[in-house]
Each structure stands twice: as structure tokens, then as C-alpha cells.
């Protein structure tokens, strides 16, 4: 019974780090739609921020910190945190 629950604990454990995502707030002050690269994980990704707007976008990953690279530099953020988008940089709020 005890090895029973045990397995049961480490699938459940391990689902629902499967499924993991990052939630990141930002505000966009900027017209135009930004497109960056990110990196998560190791893996790099593109993500999309639709200009004139206040909104949050979920990233799949496993980890809680994402670098996210502009023009203007690199940016290290974790989940949770909010950013502002303005003149195509990324700064922490």
C-alpha cells in the first residue's frame, strides 16, 4: 500500500511539473506589435506583445525565469513579474 502511494505521489508530481507554465504581465506603451526571443529552460522561443495594451501571456517551460533579448539588451525576468514595453524596450515595473 505504502509503495502504491508512493508511485501515486511522484506521477502527480511530475505531471504537473509537465505542464508547467510561466505567466508574465506587461504593458505595451508602443504602437506597434514587439516579437522577442526568449530563452527558457534552455530552449528558445519567440513570443508576441500586441502594441497599446495591458495583457499577460503564459509560457511553457519547466523554470520560473525567462531572459528575454532586444535591441536595447537582455532582460532576466520571473514568473510573475510585470514589464513594461516602451520605444522597443523591456524594462521590470
Known sequence: MKRFLLVLLMVA???STANATVTLRYTNKDAR???F???ICGKT???TFSGQKSSSIKIRGNCDKLIIRTSC????VYSGDSI???NGCISKN
Open 13 to 15: 508530481f511530475f505531471a
Open 84 to 86: 513594461l514595453i516602451e
Open 73 to 76: 539588451g537582455i532582460v532576466s
Open 33 to 35: 506589435t514587439h516579437r
Open 37 to 39: 526571443q526568449l530563452t
Open 45 to 47: 522561443k519567440m513570443v
